[in-house]
């Protein structure tokens, strides 16, 4: 390990590592044992739970552990979750927060070259590391997600599913719009400036939303480093997916004024597509999306 990441250590004591749950607690746990065993500071780690079914797990390893466990009263969503955890951290005088899925496998060079490269840049506000699939190493799931407001606000990621011989790490891409929320990390000057993440989103496109509410209004740039990585497990999209996806972009649509008419036109579509298929989670998502009151 370099002297560079050695130093980097002493940053350690102002980085908050906020891990939510829901129903993923086998996971967590793993997490935690993997990351504390090659010597992050338990005193990093903030565990939030969702209101899940088997939270007794994590909270009789964490009390066990003494990892910092916060229970939420409700399942109000990744946002809420991640900010009861973001505020404890800034009580605890935090300065820096690296947000993770539980199904994220991270170590703790890749965090420790994260957070140098953050804390030697401050304009730089948010930072995560190439993605690549779990089971598929060489696989890239993401180097920085990507927003197209004139195709309403429809995501995707930089690279996605190529091979890494393809694509070989090549430092910084700061040509993003959003940095994955499985893993991403901001200092507290991008928050203060940006505020939280928006809770009525409740999954999916948070991130996407707070990212690039900052980089329209600010200085702070984006950043993804791409010769460290994180590993992801794809998972199954269900009914929860559909409807938040497809609302999330239709408000993301009317909030910063993508292109509502293709949009639209793209909406029709999945309509006919759903009452064949009597998927009425489809419609409500596009209902709720055009007409639903949004702050």
């Known amino acids: 390990m370099s002297s560079k990441i050695l130093e980097i250590d002493s940053f350690y004591s102002k980085l908050a590592i906020i891990i939510l749950n829901y129903n993923s607690s086998n996971y ?24 899940s079914i088997d939270n007794k797990i994590l909270i009789n390893f964490c009390n066990t552990n003494n990892f910092c466990f916060i229970q939420n009263k409700i399942n109000g969503g990744y946002a809420n979750g991640n900010n009861l955890a973001i505020k404890k951290a800034i009580d605890d005088n935090k300065s820096y927060f690296l947000l993770l899925n539980p199904d994220i496998e991270i170590s703790k060079y890749t965090i420790s070259v994260l957070l140098e490269t953050i804390c030697n840049n401050p304009n730089i506000g948010v930072i995560g590391p190439r993605i690549l699939d779990k089971f598929e190493s060489n696989i890239i799931y993401s180097d920085g997600g990507l927003l197209f407001p004139e195709k309403g606000f429809e995501g995707d990621h930089v690279h996605c599913y190529k091979k890494t011989e393809e694509i070989p790490s090549f430092g910084i891409n700061f040509n993003i719009d959003y940095v994955n929320g499985s893993a991403i990390l901001f200092s507290l000057p991008a928050l203060q400036f940006n505020g939280f993440m928006r809770e009525d989103f409740f999954m999916y496109y948070e991130e996407s939303e707070w990212c690039y509410r900052l980089k329209l209004k600010s200085q702070f740039k984006l950043a993804i480093n791409t010769d460290v990585v994180a590993y992801h497990e794809m998972s199954d999209k269900g009914k929860f997916y ?32 759903s009452i064949k298929k009597f998927q009425f989670n489809i419609l409500k998502a596009v209902y709720n999306g055009w007409f639903a009151k949004i702050n």
């Open 242 to 273: 559909q409807y938040y996806m497809t609302r999330n972009q239709i408000w993301m649509t009317r909030l910063y004024n993508g292109n509502s008419l293709f949009l639209i036109r793209y909406n029709w579509k999945i309509i006919r597509k």
């Open 28 to 51: 967590v746990i793993n997490q935690l044992n993997s990351l504390s065993s090659e010597g992050v500071s338990k005193d990093c780690f903030y565990v939030v739970d969702n209101q």
